[in-house]
């Protein structure tokens, strides 16, 4: 069915303005010239009520009353909008506390030529899709309780409070009044969407009459814009309010382009001034039937009575030489990898050890491996607390393995350990680096740059 091909012309019986029926399911139509509220069934669409005057809630922008628009892929028509007078509580997070607040907004419904709605929110701020939301679980709010609508964990709304009806024009299913009353409880869950409860009580009374929820999706006016004139007829108000948002976009853009250069210039200072240092640096051959005749360790007992096999397997590769962290506070970045020709799947195991005393002050592991398309190494960053000279106790594993026979587990006749040339043996490599050495200047600049290039981001996209 086309509903706009279907759409019945007819006056208003009270004004005489000329009206179109576009849905078809629609019970009441409110005449947007007089706010007479019209039987829309009936032949002779008789009034019924009136319900304020249209002079005086005009609407926000350029949509009105008929208009069509192209939105995600498919056409709409314009047959209706309620505007809403909300008084709520909004959480105030410099003050950490709720404020009493009020707000204005005006709810499109739109209709496609197959009679699917669209819900376009509009305030002042700009323009929103809201859309029927399913939650896992459905919860009312206690004033600023209520649940997670995806994960049922409790948490705090963002807004809570009612809003109430002062106009309505356009086509309905049920009579809509002014007064009419809703309650509502939103979060967010980006910056650019969040849901919402919405609910209502039967009038005189605390029963439930109809609970709804909806996801709220931001939409940059300039989207909406180019919605509405890409349809068939744009009215001039919206090409008038596209050469504006054209000629602020202009002025944006240079400003956008400065700020770039700006905040380019500062990265690549700040990447020059900036970097990791080498500190220390050593190698540490791995000669795997050494560490297969060396004392495995003894097993560790779980708690229930089992033993870790795995720890079974560990053996000490060898102590790096000491170096020194003589700053504290500075950050140091570990790396450990394997310096070997050929494919290799190891476990390794890191140890950061205060010399003069042999505590353990950290430590970190990794599975190593290399093949056709990638080589592994792994680094933490660790904070200096005491400085001082330490060392490295390296760990790996029996059950590591090599390509090449060179590499293999292998024992004299007599069970002695063969010799080896140690320059064909695999090595594990240790490094310590100076980390992230910043130059403030170059830092500062490159943050506020770019935190100027977002604002003007952000309103070039309003």
């Keep these: 069915m086309n509903y ?55 609407p926000m922008s350029f949509v009105e009353i008929g208009q069509y628009a192209d939105l995600e892929g498919v056409k709409y028509r314009v047959i209706g909008r309620t505007r809403w007078q ?6 105030d997070d410099e003050a950490n506390r709720f404020a009493d607040s009020s707000w204005i907004y005006d709810d499109w419904l ?32 206690q004033n600023e309780k209520l649940k997670d609508f995806e994960t049922g964990t409790g948490r705090k709304a963002r807004e809570y409070g009612q809003a109430s009806v002062k106009f309505f024009e356009g086509e309905s299913t049920f009579q809509i009044q002014e007064g009419d009353t809703i309650h509502f409880a939103n979060y967010r869950t980006s910056a650019e969407r969040a849901v919402v409860v919405e609910y209502s009580y039967f009038k005189d009374s605390r029963s439930l009459q109809e609970i709804k929820f909806w996801s709220d999706q931001k939409l940059s006016k300039q989207k909406v814009l180019t919605a509405f004139n890409q349809a068939e007829n744009p009215p001039k108000k919206a090409f008038k309010q596209q050469a504006r948002v054209q000629a602020n976009q202009k002025r944006a853009s240079k400003l956008a382009g400065i700020l770039s250069l700006f905040c380019l210039a500062c990265l690549l200072g700040l990447v020059v001034s900036c970097g990791n240092t080498d500190v220390f640096r050593q190698d540490l051959p791995v000669n795997l039937a050494k560490l297969k005749a060396q004392p495995a360790p003894a097993s560790e007992v779980q708690p229930d009575g089992s033993t870790n096999n795995e720890a079974a397997n560990v053996r000490l590769v060898g102590q790096t030489n ?32 205060e010399a003069s ?30 400085p001082g000279t330490y060392l490295m106790r390296v760990y790996t594993e029996t059950g590591a393995t090599f390509s090449g026979s060179t590499f293999s587990i292998s024992f004299n006749t007599d069970g002695t350990v063969p010799e080896v040339n140690e320059a064909d043996l695999p090595k594990i490599y240790v490094e310590v680096e100076k980390a ?10 490159f943050l506020v740059s770019f935190t100027l290039l977002i604002i003007v981001g952000v309103s070039w996209a309003k």
């Design 4 to 58: 706009f091909a279907q759409a019945t012309q007819f006056k208003c019986p009270s004004c005489g303005g000329g009206l179109s029926l576009v849905d078809k399911r629609a019970n009441y139509i409110t005449c947007h010239y007089c706010g007479s509220v019209l039987d829309a069934q009936s032949k002779t669409h008789q009034v019924l009520t009136k319900i304020g005057k249209p002079a005086k809630f005009p």
């Design 322 to 353: 000491t170096f020194e962290l003589p700053k504290a506070g500075q950050v140091m970045m570990f790396t450990v990898g394997y310096d070997a020709p050929s494919y290799f799947d190891a476990w390794a195991g890191v140890e950061i050890v």
């Design 86 to 91: 909300m008084q709520y509580k909004e959480w």
């Design 436 to 445: 992230w050495v910043l130059t403030r200047y170059f830092l500062i600049g």
């Design 357 to 386: 005393t042999g505590d353990v002050v950290n430590a970190f592991e990794y599975d190593l491996y290399r093949d056709d398309e990638s080589y592994t190494s792994e680094y933490r960053t660790f904070k200096v607390d005491k």
């Design 110 to 141: 739109l209709i496609s030529e197959h009679g699917t709605y669209y819900y376009l929110v509009e305030d002042k701020e700009g323009f929103a899709l809201s859309k029927t939301f399913w939650p896992k679980f459905p919860n009312l709010n």
